[in-house]
C-alpha cells in the first residue's frame, strides 16, 4: 500500500491510497490519523459519538474511506490524486464564535516548535493579535510589546498569531518581543474565527467570551499613510477596555457582526492548505494550479490569495500585491471584521 498525507491540524502521513474518488486508510491507524476512533456505536471523539448508519459506505473491510468519514462528521474536504487529503474544522465551532461570541481553543507552535495552548490564558484578558511575514503588520510587533509594558499592572495577555508556513520568516521581526508569538502553518485561525485579513485583533475576556469580535487594529502608525488609518482610537479602546472593562460595543452588536465564511471561502481555504503542502513535498506544479484556483475562489481574501504570493515566487509587497489592493478598496475593502470607526466605550453601568 502506498501512502497519503492526511491534513487536519498538522500533516500526518500514513499508509493509504486514494482510488476513484475515495481515501482509504486502516481502521487501526484512524485515530493516530484523524483523532476519531471506529467504535460500534460510531465515529467517536471524546464523549462525542457520530451514528454510522450505513456503514457499507464508511467501511470495506478493515479499512474506512475518509471522504466518507468526512461527510458523516459534517466536515468539507479536499483531495488530490497525489495523495492529500485535506479536512475542514468543525463549522459549529466557529458558529459559536462568530454569533456566541465563545473565543475557540487551539494549540499551535511557538517559533521554537513547543505547543502553546490558547486556553492556559483562561481568567485573563486576552487580545489575540494576526499578522504575517507577507503584512506591513509585521512590524507592529513592538507597538504591541509597548502596549504589553504599559499595561502589565492589568494582567492583561497578549498573543500574536503569525499566519506562516516558516518560522525564520517571522523570527526576525520579533527581536525584544516577550509575548507569545505562535505559528499558524495551517491558517487554523483563518477557519476558526473567519479571518481574511491581516492584522485582525480579537478581544476575548477572562471568561473565553469575545468582546469585540475580528477587528481592524495596528499596533503603530507605520503605515498609515498608506492606510488611511490611525491607530490611536483604537489602540485607546482597547486601554480603557483592559484598565475599566468599558466594552468596545454592546455584546447584543457583537454577536453576528462578522459574517460566516461563505462555501467558496471554506473550499478556498482547504484548497490553500492542500497547496501548501504540496509545495512542501515538491510538488510545485500541483502546489500552483491549486493555490491559484483558491485564490479564484476568493479572490479578495488576503489570507489566500496575498499569502500564496510568496509560496507562487510573486512579491507580497510588489506590483501583485498593489494590483490587489486596489481591487480590494474598489469593491468596497470588504473582509470578515467589524467596520472602523464605529464604536465608542460602553461602561459596565450602560450595559
Given at each position: 500500500m502506498s501512502t497519503i498525507t492526511v491534513v487536519i491540524?498538522?500533516?500526518r502521513t500514513v499508509a493509504g491510497r486514494i482510488e476513484d474518488g475515495r481515501a482509504w486508510i486502516a481502521v487501526e491507524d484512524l485515530e493516530a490519523t484523524t483523532g476519531w476512533v471506529r467504535k460500534p456505536e460510531g465515529l467517536c471523539q471524546g464523549d462525542i459519538c457520530v451514528p454510522v448508519r450505513r456503514p457499507e459506505d464508511l467501511e470495506a473491510g478493515q479499512e474506512i474511506d475518509l471522504i466518507a468519514m468526512a461527510g458523516l462528521l459534517q466536515r468539507r474536504v479536499v483531495s488530490d490524486e497525489a495523495g492529500i487529503v485535506v479536512f475542514s474544522h468543525d463549522a459549529a465551532t466557529r458558529r459559536a464564535a462568530l454569533d456566541g461570541l465563545t473565543a475557540p481553543?487551539?494549540?499551535l507552535p511557538t517559533l521554537d516548535g513547543e505547543p502553546f495552548t490558547f486556553s492556559s490564558l483562561a481568567g485573563?484578558?486576552?487580545i489575540l493579535v494576526t499578522f504575517s511575514s507577507w503584512c506591513g503588520c509585521r512590524y507592529d510587533l513592538p507597538g504591541w510589546q509597548a502596549l504589553s509594558d504599559e499595561l502589565s499592572?492589568?494582567?492583561?495577555?497578549?498573543?500574536?498569531?503569525a499566519l506562516d508556513d516558516n518560522p525564520e520568516a517571522v523570527r526576525r521581526f520579533t527581536n525584544d518581543i516577550t509575548?507569545?508569538?505562535?505559528?499558524?502553518?495551517?491558517?487554523?485561525l483563518s477557519e476558526l474565527y473567519a479571518i481574511s485579513n491581516v492584522p485582525t485583533v480579537v478581544w476575548i475576556d477572562e471568561q473565553g467570551t469575545i468582546v469585540r469580535p475580528n477587528g481592524l487594529v495596528f499596533g503603530t502608525d507605520t503605515f498609515a499613510e498608506f492606510t488611511g488609518v490611525d491607530s490611536t482610537p483604537q489602540l485607546e479602546l482597547l486601554k480603557r477596555w483592559v484598565r475599566t472593562g468599558a466594552l468596545p460595543l454592546n455584546p447584543e452588536d457583537a454577536a453576528g457582526a462578522i459574517a460566516d465564511l461563505s462555501d467558496e471561502e471554506l473550499e478556498a481555504r482547504l484548497l490553500f492548505r492542500l497547496g501548501i503542502e504540496a509545495k512542501r513535498q515538491g510538488l510545485d506544479e500541483?502546489?500552483?494550479s491549486t493555490l491559484r484556483k483558491a485564490g479564484d475562489l476568493a479572490p479578495l481574501d488576503f489570507s489566500v490569495r496575498r499569502a500564496a504570493m510568496p509560496l507562487l515566487g510573486e512579491d507580497p509587497f510588489g506590483q501583485a500585491f498593489?494590483?490587489?489592493?486596489?481591487?480590494?478598496?474598489?469593491?468596497?475593502?470588504?473582509?470578515?471584521?467589524?467596520?472602523?470607526?464605529?464604536e465608542k466605550s460602553v461602561s459596565p453601568q450602560e450595559r
Open positions: 491540524d498538522e500533516p481553543d487551539f494549540t485573563t484578558k486576552r499592572e492589568f494582567g492583561v495577555a497578549i498573543v500574536a498569531v509575548y507569545p508569538v505562535l505559528l499558524d502553518r495551517q491558517h487554523l500541483l502546489a500552483e498593489l494590483d490587489l489592493y486596489d481591487e480590494w478598496q474598489e469593491q468596497g475593502a470588504p473582509y470578515h471584521g467589524l467596520p472602523l470607526g464605529n
